[in-house]
């Protein structure tokens, strides 16, 4: 029989439920259970694929294609679960789904209410997620006592009611602030927050902490008197010295993972952790210290960019190196100041993005990159930037641009044909898995270690075939192709340290513990001493 678990939070957003629920993934991974992870998000947007990076984070997408919350991002770096479309719903989703249905005339003309319709469609879209695996986590978005949260938790309510209680488990993730002021560590907080829960109908069956110092057992038994949760069930998730990957040992050591198939009933072998272990070793012990400077037009939020610096933190783990970002600001860079505000960075990296603000300031990032051999990673539209530089100052190209921002660019970047025909339907994004074919002796081929590859999209344009042939015969390397459609998937410049780019966005497949091969590569060349600069390709400059 399948098991549920139900991740809510109480008292503030931003607790780390996504992490959490990853974590307690990752645990029940090491006892050879198969996993899925799911996330419903309580905002109106359909999908978060319209919602800003500077409001929403990054957009996460998943190997179908599905735009998602960024949580899912976590997901994937600490399990093996294989997230769908099925893994993130919203309100506006749900509400979409529900509104339809009425219009179509689906509920032969009853009242449509929220209980039971768009509670009867909240648990669809859980069991939607089940598809063949012993325990399904769904985290639930928003803090509950939100507004907005309360149809989700009504839903969870009857999804146990339905299944039994003995198959559904529920975890609350809280917090405990230390008042300073008073040297104390305060319990109110999370028990109004359970007994808002409770009042719903939920009794949690197990209340996560989150403290900034150690919690004694004074506080956890208070907390389990007055939140009815056995004590061995309230746990402390203590903020992490060095490293968001420490959450499962921290986990696994309080006995989590043990606790919750002893809930669930399940038998499993004996947990084999040894892979998170050792991570963790390394994290703590780094050989060397880089700096990578990025420069995005997102900077401001971290969160923007997550994956990208999660895929570089990997990198690092995999060449032993910690990872320091020097974040830069893409709009204020201009030729003349882009060598002090680059200087010293081991590695520079353009990640993707959409709009022309920026854009030539990255362009700038990456002439100097490669003039100065350093190790480059563009992504997306760091790809852009990358073929336009060289068709500028390498094939001498001097107003090559992107179609994306207008016309008066000689489009190296451009639109494909079919897609200018669609473009007028609305609906044009290449999004999900797609395969790439990498050439013999390239970079890239070498950094895989295989010929075929397939990896995320989310873009539009694309590298115009028309100027191909141009860049290769001025010395750019064309290291990957989509072999059905014949889109250039990765350039790169062989005779460098390292400079790569491409068109799919490889940070969404990286791991802690499997780092992704380009950004090993790319972390391997910054540990690597700079060789001399040898800007032998300018023709436009020369
Ligand atoms: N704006 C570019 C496009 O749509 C690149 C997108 C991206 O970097 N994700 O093609």
Redesign the pocket.
């Known amino acids: 029989m399948r098991k549920y678990i139900f991740v809510t939070g109480g008292v503030v957003s931003s607790l780390g439920k996504g992490l959490t629920s990853a974590a307690i993934g990752s645990l029940l991974e090491c006892r050879g259970l198969k996993i899925g992870l799911q996330k419903l998000d309580p905002y109106l947007n359909v999908d978060p694929g319209t919602m800003s990076p500077y409001q929403h984070g990054e957009v996460y997408v998943t190997e179908d294609g599905a735009e998602t919350d960024l949580d899912l991002g976590h997901y994937e770096r600490f399990t093996n679960a294989v997230l769908t479309r099925a893994s993130n719903y919203t309100t506006g989703q749900i509400y979409h789904s529900v509104i339809t249905k009425e219009r179509r005339g689906d509920y032969l003309g009853c009242t449509v209410q929220v209980i039971p319709h768009i509670t009867d469609a909240l648990n669809e879209a859980i069991t939607s997620a089940e598809d063949d695996v012993d325990v399904l986590i769904t985290e639930i978005g928003g803090t509950v006592g939100d507004i907005e949260s309360l149809p989700f938790l009504e839903a969870i309510r009857q999804f146990a009611l339905d299944k039994g209680r003995s198959h559904v488990l529920f975890i609350h993730l809280t917090l405990i602030p230390y008042l300073r002021v008073s040297g104390e560590m305060k319990t109110k907080p999370t028990q109004h927050s359970v007994g808002r829960l409770r009042e719903i109908g939920i009794q949690p069956d197990l209340i996560l902490c989150r403290t900034e110092k150690e919690m004694g057992s004074e506080l956890t038994d208070k907390i389990s008197l007055f939140c009815n949760v056995e004590k061995p069930c309230v746990l402390q998730e203590k903020d992490v010295d060095y490293s968001i990957y420490e959450l499962p040992l921290m986990l696994h050591q309080q006995g989590l993972d043990r606790i919750l198939c002893e809930k669930l009933g399940l038998e499993t072998r004996d947990p084999d952790i040894s892979a998170w272990a050792e991570l963790v070793e390394r994290i703590k012990n780094p050989k060397r210290e880089l700096e990578i400077g990025v420069v995005g037009k997102y900077i401001v939020l971290h969160d923007a960019y997550k994956s990208v610096y999660e895929a570089l933190s990997h990198g690092g783990f995999a060449n032993e190196a910690k990872i320091r970002l020097r974040k830069i600001d893409p709009e204020e860079l201009t030729p003349d100041n882009v060598a002090a505000r680059l200087d010293g960075v081991d590695g520079v990296l353009v ?5 022309e603000r920026g854009f030539e300031g990255k362009v700038t990032a990456v002439r100097y990159a490669r003039e100065n051999r350093v190790p480059f990673l563009g ?4 790809l ?1 930037a990358a073929v336009t530089e060289f068709a500028r100052n390498v094939c001498g190209i001097e107003d090559a641009g992107s179609s ?1 921002f207008g016309d008066q660019w000689t489009p190296v970047i451009d639109l494909m044909e079919e897609q200018k025909k669609i473009r007028n339907l609305g609906g044009t ?1 290449r999004l999900g898995a797609f395969p790439c074919k990498l050439a013999e002796g390239t970079r890239a081929r070498e950094a895989y270690g295989v010929e075929d590859v397939q990896e995320r999209h ?5 590298v115009n075939n028309a100027y191909r042939n141009t860049l290769k015969e001025a010395g750019l390397t064309i290291a990957g192709v989509n072999p059905d459609l014949d889109l250039v998937e990765v350039v790169e410049i062989t005779d460098h340290p390292v400079f790569v780019a491409t068109q799919y ?1 490889p940070e969404f497949k990286s791991k802690p513990t499997r780092p992704h091969p380009l950004f090993r590569a790319f972390i391997a060349a910054a540990c690597a001493p700079r060789p001399e600069p040898q800007p032998k390709h300018n023709r436009a400059t020369a």
């Open positions: 990640p993707g993005g959409f709009g992504l997306c539209l760091g852009h994306e994004m989310r873009h539009r344009w694309e966005h």
